[in-house]
T-cell receptor
Framework: KQEVTQIPAALSVPEGENLVLNCSFTDSAIYNLQWFRQDPGKGLTSLLL?????REQTSGRLNASLDKSSGRSTLYIAASQPGDSATYLCAVRYNAGNMLTFGGGTRLMVKP | EAQVTQNPRYLITVTGKKLTVTCSQNMNHEYMSWYRQDPGLGLRQIYY???????DKGDVPEGYKVSRKEKRNFPLILESPSPNQTSLYFCASSLNSLYGYTFGSGTRLTVV
């Protein structure tokens, strides 16, 4: 079974820190990988999409990397702010079909 | 504004009373999906559609129905809701397999 794992499940950091969120997947034959942000009780906001042929994508203070051979993706957040507090979800598309396999998420708290 | 719109946002209903959660997207996307999110279980796919009149089961389809009669709409139907269908539901759409997903704001359903 294809699985996606995110560790740690929760993370608390002081404001201003650079941090890395981890996502691992069991099957390296992925199609693409998408990072989302979810605020409590809210919908999912897409942050970054990485195609299987790409190594990284950047948007503002966010940088996502992809290493298919090791089955890992990381989301790097630079100079964290309290407004970054949310749950971050990693989702993998394993084929050209219409399904995402989600990790359990990392709940991030950035303290002022 | 490009978006996926779900209605209602909140719904409390009684066991056995048929209900429909609507989903509409204005981006001319081919792919549409329904997910449910439960504590400890994460996001799981219920049903998906890859085009008009083309639908298929996801990981947890029991107790649900869908239809895709037109490209923009993908309603989720609960013929006889039960308390174990109490959950947060999300509709999502994607242009095709090369593009990321856009999620709706969610529908919080409580079945008593």
């Amino acid at each position: 079974k294809q699985e996606v794992t995110q560790i740690p499940a929760a993370l608390s950091v002081p404001e201003g820190e650079n941090l890395v969120l981890n996502c691992s997947f069991t099957d390296s034959a992925i199609y693409n990988l998408q990072w989302f942000r979810q605020d409590p009780g809210k919908g999912l906001t897409s942050l970054l999409l990485i195609q299987s042929s790409q190594r990284e994508q950047t948007s503002g203070r966010l940088n996502a990397s992809l290493d298919k051979s090791s089955g890992r993706s990381t989301l790097y957040i630079a100079a964290s702010q309290p407004g970054d507090s949310a749950t971050y979800l990693c989702a993998v598309r394993y084929n050209a079909g219409n399904m995402l396999t989600f990790g359990g998420g990392t709940r991030l708290m950035v303290k002022p | 504004e490009a978006q996926v719109t779900q209605n209602p946002r909140y719904l409390i209903t009684v066991t056995g009373k048929k209900l429909t959660v609507t989903c509409s997207q204005n981006m001319n996307h081919e792919y549409m999906s329904w997910y449910r999110q439960d504590p400890g279980l994460g996001l799981r796919q219920i049903y998906y559609s890859m085009n008009v009149e083309v639908t298929d089961k996801g990981d947890v389809p029991e107790g649900y129905k869908v239809s895709r009669k037109e490209k923009r709409n993908f309603p989720l139907i609960l013929e006889s809701p039960s308390p174990n269908q109490t959950s947060l539901y999300f509709c999502a759409s994607s242009l095709n397999s090369l593009y990321g997903y856009t999620f709706g704001s969610g529908t919080r359903l409580t079945v008593v």
